[in-house]
């Protein structure tokens, strides 16, 4: 695989995704109790034996930058490697213009390796690909760009790329965000063909495109609105059905989940997704590890087994370094060095982590950022009006509490 270079997006701002977004970028968010979004497209390529990977970033990096240093370090093999690559302002006074751009900025790294074809994925997705299967679809149809796709509701249409395709896989149009009358797939009209955001190109192809895109002062430079609108009626663009990628020990209720965890809703279903009793994505498939940064933490303990008061977790996930307190968390995730304190109660809520949760509290639908400390006796997720007076909520009434907030100190 030394012929395949891999060049990941993780530079998004995430705005819809604020206020988890505020301080880092949206790649960088935990998800799951273990890990960061960026972890599953970096675990996609490692499980698949590519390991030649550049990681475009951009805004609000720190936080992601330290992550990748601590959690996906490659050492001792040559040419095996994982290398952030910053903004530079390598072509002009200017940051990244577009997902393009980007791409083209660092156009240095792929001509000095030389690779025959260049994986260009997007770095804030939750799924499990194995890439060798679309990297020998993309080889079998001897195409110059394999575009990923999946099928999604035509009401989620205006987010995506929406495609069409033929009876071999070759693309015959694309429409970037349709607004109005997106094209359907054929005797499904409820669905559209939703382009994934990642890209494998033939190298050449890929350089070429590039530098000509580089030179239209009007385009927007992006793959969606510029490059596979202008390569597609050329006839050798493929779409890959990523229903079909297959994983040892996935069942097969896994296959083709796909989620992009864009908006606060979005990322709190998905992280529920992971604590159903038949989970559609599974962190404990041994064939397929979930690699990310484990800090130096003692095990979880449950102490206190007392009447209304024992601590316990239920249909839950508790990361190393947790202390359930003679309190009771269901349906929740809880990442590293949590503690919630005695006769409190933790209900459909994600914890990012170093959290401390007081005595007494009832907390529910709620995702709680890093180093948040809760007050003794405060009720969250109940009166959704009065929650809305201090806290950012959700489209569909997730309570979100910022990075380091203290929570109901101030009323003491």
Not at 12 to 37: C, D, M, Q, W
Not at 106 to 129: A, Q, R, S, T
Not at 255 to 284: C, H, K, Q
Not at 331 to 349: D, R, W
Request: charged share 20%; net charge negative.
């Amino acid at each position: 695989m030394s012929g395949v270079l891999t060049m990941i997006l993780a530079g998004g701002e995430g705005t819809r995704l604020s206020p988890l977004t505020s301080l880092r970028a949206k790649p960088a968010v935990p998800f799951g109790g273990n890990y960061r979004i960026i972890d599953f497209v970096l675990n996609n390529f490692v499980n698949s034996d590519l390991l030649q990977i550049f990681v475009i970033t951009q805004f609000k990096s720190h936080s992601l930058m330290k992550h990748l240093s601590r959690a996906w370090r490659v050492g001792g093999v040559t040419n095996r490697f994982i290398d952030p690559i910053p903004a530079q302002m390598q072509t002009g006074k200017h940051w990244y213009l577009g997902t393009a751009d980007a791409i083209y900025q660092n156009l240095h790294l792929i001509e000095g390796l030389d690779p025959e074809h260049v994986c260009v994925f997007g770095g804030d997705h939750i799924y499990k690909m194995d890439v060798r299967q679309m990297l020998d679809f993309h080889r079998n149809k001897n195409a110059k760009l394999t575009v990923a796709a999946i099928p999604v509701p035509v009401s989620q249409a205006h987010e995506f790329g929406v495609i069409e395709v033929d009876e071999t896989g070759r693309m015959i149009g694309f429409e970037e965000k349709p607004k109005v009358n997106p094209k359907t797939i054929p005797g499904q009209p409820d669905m559209v063909l939703a382009s994934m955001g990642n890209y494998i190109f033939e190298a050449n192809c890929l350089v070429e495109v590039l530098n000509e895109d580089a030179k239209q002062a009007d385009s927007k430079h992006d793959f969606g609105h510029n490059i596979i609108p202008t390569l597609f009626p050329q006839g050798e663009v493929y779409v890959y059905d990523f229903s079909t990628n297959r994983i040892r020990g996935e069942s097969e209720s896994s296959a083709g989940y796909w989620r992009d965890v864009g908006t606060i809703d979005s990322y709190y279903e998905a992280n529920m997704d992971l604590i159903s009793i038949n989970p559609p994505f599974d962190v404990y498939n041994r064939y397929w590890p979930l690699r990310s940064y484990n800090p130096p933490m003692p095990p979880a303990k449950f102490v206190h087994d007392q009447t209304n008061r024992t601590g316990q977790a239920i249909s839950s996930m508790v990361a190393a370094g947790c202390i359930v307190s003679g309190a009771i968390v269901y349906q929740s995730i809880l990442g590293y060095n949590v503690h919630v304190h005695s006769h409190s109660y933790i209900e459909k809520c994600v914890l990012m982590g170093n959290n401390d949760i007081g005595r007494g509290c009832r907390i529910r639908r709620a995702i709680i950022d890093k180093d948040v400390k809760i007050a003794p006796g405060t009720v969250i997720g109940e009166d959704i009006e009065a929650d809305r007076k201090r806290f950012h909520i959700s489209a569909e009434g997730v309570v979100v509490i910022p990075k380091g907030a203290r929570v109901g100190f101030d009323e003491e």
